[in-house]
């Protein structure tokens, strides 16, 4: 039991987390706030391995509906809603290990914001495409804009990731000789 709780200090430092934290957070009185994120954080206090196991699951069933989008490829409306759906709760996964605050502040961070927009705008096209129009050429296309969108703002938390990645497609697809 000793090292488990040994293992579990150490994860709490790879996650930034203060190894005292708990017990701080604990012995602290809840004090009244008037922002929501505030709110948010604390109502979704939980301790470190609660936050894993919300993580593993969460992460887990995203990735389980993305991949069994797969087997309804050829059904482009299934295939839009479940692709989504994985991609939303792959997301929300990270919400379990840094909070919803610290995620949020980290999505709308000046340097990607962009991408964050752009990923999260695609999410709405690829739904709105397989809800409400129902098109199958659009979702698939919807789906590519949305795959497209994730890589871009895995990207963005990879630092210089995104300026190679656009060098190399300089690269590849000038057209001057």
């Not at 797969?70 to 482009?76: K, R, W």
Request: glycine fraction near 4%; aromatic fraction near 12%.
């Amino acid at each position: 039991m000793d090292k488990m709780n040994h293992a579990f200090e150490k994860m709490k430092m790879m996650v930034g987390m203060e190894v005292e934290e708990e017990e701080q957070r604990a012995a602290e009185e809840e004090e009244s706030s008037l922002s929501f994120m505030d709110d948010l954080n604390r109502d979704c206090a939980l301790t470190t391995k609660q936050r894993f196991y919300g993580f593993a699951i969460c992460l887990s069933a995203g990735l389980t509906c993305t991949l069994l989008s797969m087997l309804v490829f050829f059904n482009p409306v299934k295939f839009g809603i479940t692709f989504t759906l994985g991609n939303l709760m792959a997301l929300g996964s990270t919400a379990f290990l840094i909070g919803p605050q610290r995620q949020v502040t980290m999505m709308l961070d000046p340097a990607r914001i962009y991408a964050t927009a752009l990923y999260l705008a695609s999410i709405i096209i690829a739904l709105f495409c397989a809800l409400y129009v129902r098109n199958k050429l659009l979702t698939l296309l919807a789906i590519i804009l949305e795959f497209s969108g994730l890589i871009w703002y895995s990207l963005s938390y990879i630092p210089f990731a995104r300026t190679m990645v656009s060098k190399v497609f300089m690269t590849c697809f000038d057209t001057e000789f």
